[in-house]
């Protein structure tokens, strides 16, 4: 037999190995456009989810400011309100003091009113202290 001669069984087992290798290659393709497949699917997806991302992350930094502007909104509320009861405390120690002269000018008038009446009342005994006792005069005729 000479080196490069083709026997029946060698090329019937060529035919199977190549049928083999086709339906290999054929499920190779397959493997592959399933894999493309998964892949740009998975792309999408990842697409998807930073997009998503994105705005979650733009709603984030949205509430961080939001935040910020309430806090420093409830602070100059907190800083009026401080000044507004400071500004109460001082009408109302302001009234205080109105209100103690005015229970004191009272107190002073209700006590002048007593010492007037007891005046009043003792006026007739304070007259007779006062004044002397009449003597009686006598006027003799002198001879």
Do not use: C
Not at 85 to 91: L, S
């Amino acid at each position: 037999m000479a080196p490069f001669q083709i026997r029946r069984s060698d090329l019937a087992k060529l035919d199977v190995l190549e049928t083999k290798f086709n339906m290999y290659e054929d499920l190779s393709r397959q493997m592959i456009d399933k894999l493309e497949q998964a892949v740009e699917k998975i792309s999408d997806s990842n697409n998807k989810i930073a997009s998503i991302l994105t705005k979650h992350d733009e709603r984030i930094e949205q509430n961080i400011k939001n935040d910020e502007y309430l806090t420093k909104q409830i602070d100059e509320l907190k800083h009026e309100n401080k000044e507004d009861h400071n500004r109460v405390i001082k009408r109302i120690e302001k009234l205080e003091q109105k209100m103690d002269d005015f229970v004191k000018f009272r107190w002073m008038a209700v006590g002048i009113a007593i010492v007037l009446t007891l005046f009043l009342s003792q006026a007739s005994n304070v007259v007779s202290i006062l004044t002397p006792d009449p003597t009686s005069v006598k006027i003799e005729e002198t001879k």
